[in-house]
């Protein structure tokens, strides 16, 4: 009987052994693609979520010289008030305050306030090609559309159509 029972120890103890040995290959393994760039490994997941770190080709870009020097008023002949754009640039989802429709602004008109919060102001619209606005205006986007506004009264002072897609 003690031959068998001595015999069942060692199978058990080979078994525990490569068990043991598969366990420190397969983490071994997990170390190595790790350091080839692989993903450390998480719990319950083979491999750990890619961070994103935003479209390959986007590179920061410094707003351009003089733009925080505003102009102190606007100069009506300056601007040619409604016009299509050159180029048309891809951004987020556009989504109007509940209950607006999306409708076609002209200079003249008036923007309600509700679109004057910040997630539908153009803050960096340099980066769209868009003249700094004087103090008191901002530019505003309204579905595909940049809209010069200003600010105390809410009138349209140019439109750029089709700016955004």
Known sequence: MT?????TTKAWAV???????SAATAVA?????????GH???????HAPEAFHGPRAYHPISP?????????????????HNFRAH????????????GWVERTWYFGDLLPAAFFAPEYRLADYWLFDLETPPVGY??????HDALL???????VEQTVYGLFF
Do not use: K, M
């Open 3 to 7: 031959g068998n029972r001595n015999s």
């Open 15 to 21: 078994l525990l052994l490569a068990g043991t040995l």
């Open 29 to 37: 393994a997990q170390e190595h693609e790790h350091e080839r760039g």
């Open 40 to 46: 450390p490994p998480v719990a319950g997941r083979a």
């Open 64 to 80: 351009p010289a003089g733009w925080d020097r505003r102009p102190e008023r606007i100069d009506p002949g300056h601007f040619n």
């Open 87 to 98: 180029r048309r640039y891809v951004i987020g989802p556009y989504l109007p305050p509940r």
């Open 138 to 143: 901002e530019w505003v986007r309204y579905g």
């Open 149 to 155: 506004v200003n600010l105390a009264t809410g009138r």
